[in-house]
């Protein structure tokens, strides 16, 4: 998988933003067929970032029934990935994307 297309973007929560701030873990949505080594990589390469452990969730989509065989898709499954910073790392400054 091309690494450039791993990291979709930060999630913005409060519990991730209270992560952040405490405990330099940062929260980001990521592709679906990402692994961890992939993210990690990536984090790397493109942020210049060192990670000590990356924990992976995935969220399932929401659907609603509309009748007559119609379903309504409410919310899109995504993955995500927490990723915890080495204690000699820099922050994560998602904005900060560097092509090599």
């Keep these: 998988m091309d690494l450039s297309r791993i990291i979709l973007g930060p999630i913005v929560t409060e519990k991730a933003e209270r992560l952040k701030a405490a405990g330099r873990t940062y929260t980001i949505r990521v592709a679906p067929a990402a692994t961890k080594i992939e993210v990690q990589k990536a984090l790397k390469e493109f942020y ?3 990670t000590a452990s ?3 969730m995935r969220t399932r989509g929401k659907t609603r029934q509309l009748g007559q ?3 309504m898709e409410k919310r899109h499954p ?3 990935m927490m990723v915890t910073l080495a204690s000699g790392s820099k922050t994560l400054d998602l904005t900060a ?3 090599r």
């Design 48 to 50: 210049n970032i060192d």
């Design 54 to 56: 990356i924990r992976v």
């Design 78 to 80: 995504i993955k995500k």
């Design 97 to 99: 994307f560097t092509s």
């Design 69 to 71: 065989g119609k379903v």
